[in-house]
């Protein structure tokens, strides 16, 4: 069983192109966390949010947390070819304590042609 | 600039070969795992550590163990590498968990592949 479903699992646009991945789940999460990954690298941390219904920018990135704290979307504006990558959600456990272990979803695949 | 260095970056070694995988971060934290992924994939946590003297298995099911002497060093080991072990293997390290204060540091990985 996947706990944190991420979608589009796949994804292929053009520059210029908006778009969104959402991360949904039946589990509720006290942080959620997005990576970005690119080939042959591990993941870079883009962001962490933690309040229900929280949003945080970060340059043509918008990271929104529901506010039941069971899901999460990433909306990219205007894409451009260097935001192709790998994109992960992962979400900590409410009751996870300090063990700082982290539940992935399977990720998003995104393609920004030129 | 604080790092988490993984090497060899890529392997490609024989079935039956005992092989190390090495990890080693220069910030000090505490917590570190070990995640398997194939390419594009989710990742899958095989091992993590809460500090020295610290491991526990993690949710994948791993032939591979892991050592934690040195709270900068968390190297893994196949004692006997077979084909079904190939794969990418991703380091992490977090300073601690807790609401709004978690945060992992990737290494580079190392791909490993057994032929």
């Known amino acids: 069983t996947q706990l944190l479903e991420q979608s589009p699992q796949f994804l292929s646009i053009q520059e210029g192109e908006n778009l969104t991945v959402y991360c949904n789940s039946s589990?509720?999460?006290?942080?959620l966390q997005w990576y970005r990954q690119e080939p042959g690298e591990g993941p870079v941390l883009l962001v962490t949010?933690?309040?229900?219904?929280e949003v945080k920018k970060l340059k043509r990135l918008t990271f929104q947390f529901g506010d039941a704290r069971k899901d999460s979307s990433l909306h990219i504006t205007a894409a451009q070819t260097g935001d192709t990558g790998l994109y992960l959600c992962a979400g900590a456990r409410i009751g996870s304590g300090n063990t700082g272990k982290l539940i992935f979803g399977q990720g998003t695949t995104l393609q920004v042609k030129p | 600039e604080a790092d988490i260095y993984q090497t060899p970056r890529y392997l490609v070694i024989g079935t039956g070969k005992k092989i190390t995988l090495e990890c080693s971060q220069t910030m000090g934290h505490d917590k570190m795992y070990w995640y398997q992924q194939d390419p594009g994939m989710e990742l899958h946590l095989i091992h993590y550590?809460?500090?020295?003297?610290?491991?526990e298995k993690g949710d994948l099911s791993s032939e591979s163990t892991v050592s934690r002497i040195r709270t900068e060093h968390f190297p893994l080991t196949l004692e006997s590498a077979r084909p079904s072990h190939t794969s990418q293997y991703l380091c992490a390290s977090s300073e601690y968990g807790g609401t709004g204060s978690l945060s992992y540091t990737f290494g580079s990985g190392t791909r490993l592949t057994v032929v």
């Open positions: 949010v933690v309040t229900g219904g």
């Open positions: 550590s809460y500090g020295v003297n610290s491991t």
């Open positions: 589990s509720v999460f006290s942080s």
